[in-house]
């Protein structure tokens, strides 16, 4: 469970955009794929499934077996391989999120860090539009490198930082 906490801490803050020693190291990734075998081993060991049945988890699987099938006849199949893979971090997201949180304190932690993370990215726009940037642009990159994904992150984070304040 902490390696998914730290893993969603690092996919929002991106440290990777201030120090750019870190960008071959791709840390995020790291995080996430070691979290990931941690979790197989672990049910492994333990003797339990590796993942938990359900509809979503199916549907999403045979999503990506038609996605994989559909690169071997694609006509532009290197496009199609990149976007298979780029849909294959988020399947491995999912899993980990179905996987590990299992508990509504588990849930309270991920959404903590969650709007953490936001409340950074929002105070830093806050300081860059008062120091005369009339744009508002997070002080990170990726997902949140167009305007329009962060203020969608910002109005997603809202009810939850909302319930969790109360």
């Known amino acids: 469970m902490n390696g998914l906490l730290l893993f969603t801490a690092l996919l ?8 750019p020693q870190l960008v071959s190291l791709h840390i995020t990734r790291l995080v996430a794929g070691l979290t990931f075998l941690m ?10 499934p590796i993942f938990k049945k359900s509809r979503q988890l199916q549907l999403l699987t045979i999503l ?3 996605m994989l ?7 532009w199949g290197s496009n199609s391989l990149e976007h298979f893979l780029g849909f294959l971090r988020v399947y491995i997201g999912f899993l980990l999120v179905i996987n590990l949180i299992d508990s509504q304190d588990k849930f309270k932690r991920i959404v903590w860090i969650m709007v953490l993370s936001g409340l ?5 726009s806050i300081t860059d539009y008062l120091a005369g940037n009339y744009r508002a642009n997070a002080i990170v990159e990726g997902m949140f490198s ?8 910002f109005l997603m984070l809202m009810p939850f930082a909302y319930f969790l304040f109360l």
């Open 146 to 153: 167009n305007v329009n994904d962060l203020a969608l992150c």
């Open 39 to 48: 979790m197989v081993f672990k049910s492994a060991h333990e003797k339990k």
């Open 120 to 124: 950074v990215l929002g105070i830093a």
């Open 69 to 75: 099938a559909s690169v071997t006849t694609s006509i």
């Open 12 to 19: 929002f803050l991106r440290p990777a955009d201030f120090l």
């Open 64 to 66: 990506m077996i038609i």
